[in-house]
């Protein structure tokens, strides 16, 4: 039974490139949601989607940043011209249908350590 | 505005002993609360969870206690293993925007052989 895959694992960005962050969520899972952990932070709420709906984007920063969820393939988060704050780790998770995040064991992937330099 | 607060960053152990990790939060819209465990270059992993209509939940060496009335909560871990070693992320969900998960800045449990 895989789990939430994340890709890459490591992720080094230049100032100013784009960074895409991929996300499988296991099978069967419709939901997925984005968190973003900075140095010595817990982890930070930055999108919910549902297949091709993004449902609440409220955590993401308001410019660089998007995230979709085709109706095929992963969930992409992407960050254009990539800024030296943007360095984390980026961790996605998924659920079932019908149920929330909260009352279910969420299953989060390993994480993509972006490294801007 | 932290909501989920995590006050000791670091905790140590002799194995064997109890560990206690504690959490206090601030939203009373919060119905849910979750423990996840996290190792180095890992994803969070879930431990165990307490609704917000019981003061405890148990699960073999991991009870948690909720106290609705001082918004606190703890995780213990008896008898504490050289394994539980890792960082313990508290965690809350409900009220608006219920999907979304609010976590505390975690507290790094060494447990001494």
């Known amino acids: 039974n895989a789990g939430v895959m994340q890709n890459p694992r490591h992720l080094v960005r230049r100032r100013g490139q784009e960074a895409r962050l991929r996300c499988s969520p296991m099978?069967?899972?419709?939901?997925v949601y984005w968190y973003r952990q900075l140095p010595e932070e817990g982890l930070k709420f930055m999108v919910y989607?549902?297949?091709?709906?993004?449902?609440?984007e409220s955590g993401m920063p308001k410019e660089r940043f998007s995230a979709e969820f085709p109706k095929e393939g992963p969930s992409i988060l992407r960050i254009q011209q990539v800024v030296r704050g943007d360095s984390a780790a980026y961790f996605c998770?998924?659920?079932?249908?019908?149920?929330?995040?909260?009352?279910?064991?969420?299953?989060f992937g390993q994480g993509t350590r972006l490294t801007v330099v | 505005d932290q909501q989920v607060k995590q006050n000791s960053p670091s905790l140590s152990v002799q194995e064997g002993r109890i560990s206690i990790l504690n959490c206090d939060y601030t939203n009373s819209m919060f119905d849910y609360f979750l423990w996840y465990k996290k190792y180095p270059a890992e994803g969070p992993t879930f431990l165990i969870s307490i609704s917000s209509i019981k003061d405890k939940n148990e699960d073999g060496r991991f009870t948690v206690f909720l106290n609705k009335s001082a918004k606190h909560l703890s995780l213990h871990i008896v008898p504490s293993q050289p394994g539980d070693s890792a960082v313990y992320f508290c965690a809350a969900g409900g009220g608006a925007g219920s999907y979304q998960l609010t976590f505390g800045k975690g507290t790094k449990l060494s447990v001494i052989p």
């Open positions: 099978k069967g899972h419709s939901h």
């Open positions: 989607l549902q297949k091709e709906n993004i449902i609440d």
């Open positions: 998770a998924s659920s079932p249908p019908g149920q929330r995040i909260a009352n279910t064991e969420a299953f």
